[in-house]
């Protein structure tokens, strides 16, 4: 048995709570972004808990694993690059400004 199949025994709920906590995390730093005029950064937000609302979608039985994993990590590889492109454009900003 490869390691971690003891997680198996966990139900689905366990698996929909740790996601949907995951998912209420990134809209409150999206509703925070947006809020504090820190656009990049909300949609960085917002991609990351869209790929959480896919993963549920798995736990639920609406999709099939490969679908929904494939899908999230989509969206969280486009979160990360979004939120790497605002720290940069606020780093470069602060830098502008000092000189």
Do not use: C, K
Request: proline letters at 3%.
């Amino acid at each position: 048995m490869p390691f971690g199949g003891f997680i198996n025994a966990l139900p689905p709920a366990v698996f929909i709570l740790v996601h949907l906590v995951a998912f209420l995390i990134g809209a409150y730093f999206a509703y925070q972004s947006f809020g504090a005029g820190a656009a990049t950064f909300g949609w960085g937000f917002v991609l990351y808990a869209l790929a959480e609302v896919f993963y549920i979608t798995y736990h639920l039985d609406l999709t099939v694993v490969l679908f929904a994993h494939t899908l999230a990590e989509v969206l969280d590889l486009l979160a990360f690059i979004v939120l790497f492109v605002g720290i940069s454009q606020a780093v470069l900003a602060a830098r502008r400004a000092r000189a």
